[in-house]
Structure formats: structure tokens, C-alpha cells
């Protein structure tokens, strides 16, 4: 189950989630949380549900489908972020994979401020594994996070701050390697591969954490699942289309 926003251009968000876990094999269900103006250069507008209306479309997924695995992006703001972690708590073995998303690569503001403290202390205590990349990692611990050691110490402060796993993405550090940080009860280790040359990617947050969630969903150990997930959206990467005026478009093909 998939609760997150909706991107109409297709690249990120619900739509992507949905392309991703059909690629993959999975199911998908999609509570939606906040209907986006964006396009592949910029998020316009936000417009976030009422959090009842978001609890129950989980409650309806919950209930007559079930879920091996929910998927978390976009929340939007303090009182959808309370709405799920209300729902969750009926649910408490259900797996649970977050991709904290704050903010629109191109711009826009998408987990107001009372948001990210509801995230930091309602949410992360739920959590089984969460997708951070560096602004993110440094917005949910106040540290700064700009190299490995300090990537180390912020997926560190998050499993302080409830999370079960960190897998912190390092794909704004500069380098020809792209490396991501695996701190969990189980394992602490990197994952890297060569960085791909381009102008920027859509979507590949919300790519990477669905693929993740099918994988946990499916029965996948969970570095079985990351390992998966991440040699998915390298094919996704290398097959992206420049079909707008910023960001190329993954292929979820």
C-alpha cells in the first residue's frame, strides 16, 4: 500500500510507485495525500487532503485487501502525518517503508515545519526502514551531513530517533561513486556503484523506496530487497527520457 502524492507527470509519487511495484511483480494500492502542480522543473502547488479522508482510504485498503508492505512518501503536513501513524498503530507488524520526502528538487515545500516534527517523533518510532538522502537526513537531525563520516553519524541519530533502519542516500555528494549507507541492527555497510553522468533524475527517491518496499513485501531479507532496488533503479536511470524542459524521467518499463 502506497500512501503518498500524486505527480502528473508521472515521474514521481504515486504514479512512479505504481509503475515500480507493477514492474516488479507486486500489487499495488494507492491512498492518496496531496494532489501536486509539477512538472520535470519545478513543483508549483500543493494542495494536501483532509486526514481523514487519507486515514480512510488506508482503512478501506487495510481492511478488505490488506498489505504485505506500505510505502510512505509525501505527507504534507503535521496533521496527515498524525492521520497515518494513527492507522499504523492498528496495523503494528506491517512493515513499513518511508521516504521522507521535504521538499521538490526543483523547489516547493512538501512537509510543513509542524510536519517534520510530527515526522521526527510519531512517525520514525514506526518505521522499518527509512530512505533519507542528505538534506533530508540533515532536516530530520539538525546535523550537517556532507560527507561519509558524517552520513555514518546521521543514520546513526535517526535509528536513535526510533527508525529500525537507515538506508541515507549519498547521491548529492560529489564523487564519481554513488554511495548510500546501510546502518540497521544487522548490518552497517555501503552500497555503491558508478555515478551516472546527467542533468538531474525525477523521481528517483520515490523509485528506490517502492522497489525496496515490493522486495519486503515479497518475502526479501531486507539488504536482499536494497541490493534489488537499487540494480532496478540503475536500469531505470540508464533508460531515463528527456521528455521536459528540466529533470530527465525514469524508465519504469
Known amino acids: 500500500m502506497i500512501v503518498a502524492g500524486s505527480d502528473p507527470v508521472a515521474g514521481a509519487g504515486l504514479q512512479a510507485d505504481l509503475k515500480v511495484v507493477t514492474a516488479l511483480g507486486g500489487y499495488a ?6 494532489i501536486t502542480v509539477q512538472d520535470t522543473r519545478a513543483v508549483a502547488r500543493v494542495l494536501p487532503l483532509e486526514p481523514e479522508l ?10 478488505d485487501i490488506g498489505a504485505d508492505c506500505v510505502k510512505l512518501g509525501m505527507l504534507a503536513n503535521r496533521a496527515i502525518v498524525r492521520a497515518v501513524v494513527e492507522v499504523l498503530a492498528d496495523h503494528p ?27 521526527r517523533t510519531d512517525l520514525l518510532p514506526r518505521v522499518t526502514l527509512l530512505t533519507p538522502n542528505l538534506p533530508e537526513a540533515a ?4 546535523l550537517t551531513v556532507a560527507s561519509p563520516e558524517q552520513m555514518q553519524r546521521a543514520a546513526q ?19 564519481d561513486m554513488a554511495r548510500d549507507w ?14 551516472l553522468p546527467g542533468p538531474g ?31 532496478w533503479l540503475r536500469e531505470a536511470l540508464i533508460g531515463s527520457l528527456e521528455l521536459g524542459g528540466g529533470q530527465r524521467l525514469l524508465w519504469h518499463g
Open 201 to 231: 533524475f525525477h523521481g528517483t527517491g520515490c523509485t528506490l523506496a517502492s522497489a525496496i518496499a515490493t522486495g519486503l513485501a515479497q518475502g526479501l531479507g531486507l539488504e536482499e530487497a536494497i541490493t534489488r532496488g537499487r540494480a
Open 54 to 63: 487519507v486515514a480512510e482510504q488506508m482503512r478501506a485498503c487495510l481492511a
Open 139 to 142: 532536516a530530520l537531525t539538525g
Open 182 to 195: 546501510l546502518e540497521s541492527d544487522t548490518a552497517r555497510r555501503w552500497f555503491e556503484d558508478p555515478r
Open 93 to 119: 507488524g506491517l512493515p513499513l517503508v518511508a521516504d521522507p520526502v521535504l521538499a521538490g528538487t526543483g523547489g516547493g515545500i512538501l512537509l510543513e515545519a509542524g510536519g517534520l516534527e510530527s515526522y
Open 29 to 34: 494500492m494507492t491512498v492518496v495525500t496531496a
Open 157 to 175: 541519530a535517526l535509528r536513535e530517533l526510533g527508525a529500525g533502519a537507515v538506508l541515507l542516500k549519498g547521491g548529492h555528494l560529489a564523487g
